[in-house]
């Protein structure tokens, strides 16, 4: 790699810079396939989209297509959706629930485990054809959960997923214990695209510097609707989980379905919100239960999976396709017994910010497309800086840059590694 | 003239002079087209748009009326940045058909939104689902879904126009 694309680190001086080639060079492009997302572990899907035996979703991981099934005994299997025989995909189905799979063009049948069951004309094949390991479908080489997060690594090997999560294990812990019984991911997925790099989609889910600015017209509008604003101020930290993962943890004003009361619930929402508090309270101790309630938590964990748990949950994954194009997929994550009345406003939340309807998103995109643009001048403008917070004493506070510088670092000595 | 097809002109007339106040950005008129307690709906695309649920699914847009004059609000601020300068919008409207529910009239319609702003040229195409009332001899939107035909919001980014 040259020199032009590697970033700049000094911590003495306060010093940070990341080349503004990361973002719009093609072999940069392509070495973070080979180093980041064939190395890494994805984010694959949770296990509430898989709710019985037979069911099966279809989702494309790091440009691959990739079929997710659970067997008649209820196990999960994570396959690379294309046919032993020609390679023709073989699910075709976005969801569902089927026992087996079968290709379209020839007719080979496959078991939700990805064995070959069955094969019209086998007579045209010697012995042994069908078990022979070659006409099975590909397992992707990894698969792991962490609770009900489903990750996979097409690595066969390198550390387990416990591992390599480091301290961000426990914040995924966190947000499953908003709920006794579980959380689920609520159907209806917003699928869009931004046109720019992938890491600034990284960088900006927990940018907490940008909120005055880039998103005044959502402050504004949440200062009209009457009550929708407690009186906790933003304020907070920064944390670096390891191995490129990170987070911000501050409070706000705005409301929480677990367990943030604000003025426009009313009293009745005030009882529930109330009774809820209480319940985690007991489930899991004053400090843990403090922290699930009143506390937002937007985390990154390395490459692409952003599980923001602020007045809604969302978790979220972005792959490139080019260096100046991503394709995005959210979900939003909710408690299991949540209330119909807590389930509409948790929504409700969500939409109002988060997506490409809501009045935060689309600036954060219109940021990231500009930021795009504005790499074309490239000549003597060659940096971007990254150094907000570096040589703040007691610790980087959540609107500084910690968490990004932690992004970029790990970024980088994955590259460094692949050009060794 | 027959009451039926009466009845289609005037929804035709309604959903034209929608479009084109989205167009013209003139959207406090826009507005004024819809019953106080009216909602402003987009599903996403992988869930049955005609029958979802706001309150189940996650959707792009749940809008109540409130959220409705803030969305106005937003667009109307340079801070919108995503709609500053406000982008060049056409709505295409077509296949009207209408069906009376009591006092209530239902109305599906086609159509295609163009968005052109800057480096991005961006087509929507789905089917509004109209809920109009009658309003002291006036109809008025009580609730408006458009559910887009699409298979992801891709290349779009947002939805920061009102489709
Ligand atoms: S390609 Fe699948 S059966 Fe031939
Ligand atoms: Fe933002």
New binding site residues.
């Given amino acids: 790699m040259t020199a032009q694309t590697r970033i700049i680190a000094d911590q003495a001086r306060g010093k940070f810079l990341v080349p503004r080639k990361a973002f719009t060079d093609q072999r940069v492009f392509e070495q973070e396939y080979d180093a980041i997302f064939n190395r890494c572990w994805l984010y694959l899907g949770h296990a509430s989209e898989l709710p019985e035996p037979g069911s099966f979703l279809t989702r494309n991981v790091a440009r691959r297509p990739v079929l997710f099934t659970r067997d008649r005994e209820g196990t999960f299997h994570a396959l690379l959706n294309a046919?032993?025989?020609?390679?023709?995909l073989?699910c075709r189905e976005r969801h569902g629930k089927s026992p087996a799979f079968m290709?379209?063009?020839?007719?080979?049948v496959f078991g939700a485990d990805g064995h070959l069951m069955s094969?019209p004309g086998a007579g045209g094949y010697p012995k042994g054809f069908k078990t022979d390991p070659q006409k099975q479908m590909v397992p992707v080489p990894r698969l792991e959960r962490f609770g009900d997060f489903f990750f996979i690594n097409f690595a066969k090997d390198g550390e387990d997923l416990a591992t390599y999560l480091a301290d961000a294990g426990d914040y995924l812990k966190l947000v499953s214990e908003h709920s006794a019984s579980g959380m689920q991911v609520v159907g209806g997925t917003q699928e869009y695209a931004i046109r720019g790099n992938w890491k600034l989609l990284a960088e900006n889910s927990f940018d907490g510097y940008h909120a005055a600015c880039n998103h005044s017209t959502y402050l504004e509008y949440l200062q009209n609707a009457n009550g929708a604003l407690g009186s906790t101020p933003l304020a907070g930290v920064a944390r670096d989980l390891k191995n490129g993962h990170a987070l911000v943890e501050y409070s706000a004003p705005w409301g929480r379905p677990v367990a943030n009361w604000v003025p426009l619930w009313g009293e009745e929402g005030k009882r529930e919100i109330a009774a809820i508090y209480a319940a985690l309270v007991q489930r899991l101790g004053d400090e843990r239960a403090d922290r699930i309630a009143h506390k937002n938590r937007n985390m990154v964990i390395f490459p692409n999976l952003v599980i923001n748990d602020i007045m809604a949950i969302t978790i979220r994954t972005f792959f490139p396709t080019a260096p100046n194009y991503m394709e995005i997929n959210a979900w939003a994550l909710a408690p299991r017994e949540e209330s119909e009345w807590l389930r509409k406003y948790r929504l409700y939340n969500f939409t109002e910010f988060l997506g490409p309807g809501g009045f935060a998103t689309p600036d954060d995109v219109e940021a990231i497309e500009k930021c795009q643009q504005g790499y074309a001048a490239g000549g003597e403008a060659q940096y971007n800086d990254i150094s907000k917070g570096m040589l703040r004493e007691g610790g980087a506070s959540f609107d500084d840059e910690e968490q990004m510088r932690a992004f970029w670092v790990e970024w980088d000595r994955r590259l460094a590694a692949v050009e060794a | 003239m027959d009451q039926q097809l009466m009845r289609r002109l005037q929804v035709e007339d309604l959903l034209y002079r929608e479009a084109d106040l989205l167009d013209q950005w003139r959207l406090d008129e826009w507005l004024s087209l819809f019953t106080a307690d009216a909602h402003y709906f987009v599903p996403p695309s992988d869930v049955d748009g005609d029958t979802a649920d706001p309150d189940k699914s996650l959707f792009y847009v749940m809008d109540d009326h409130i959220r409705m004059r803030e969305r106005v609000i937003r667009l109307s601020k340079i801070g919108a940045h995503s709609e500053h300068p406000h982008s060049k919008v056409r709505h295409l409207v077509t296949n009207v058909r209408v069906e009376s529910d009591g006092a209530l009239i239902r109305s599906r319609a086609s159509f295609i939104v163009s968005r052109a702003k800057d480096i991005t040229h961006d087509l929507f195409v789905g089917h509004y689902l109209h809920e109009i009332v009658e309003c002291e001899g006036a109809l008025k939107i009580a609730k408006k879904t458009c559910v887009l035909d699409m298979e992801a919001l891709r290349p779009h980014a947002r939805i920061s126009i009102i489709l």
């Fill in positions: 046919c032993p025989h020609r390679g023709a073989v290709c379209m063009y020839h007719g080979w094969l």
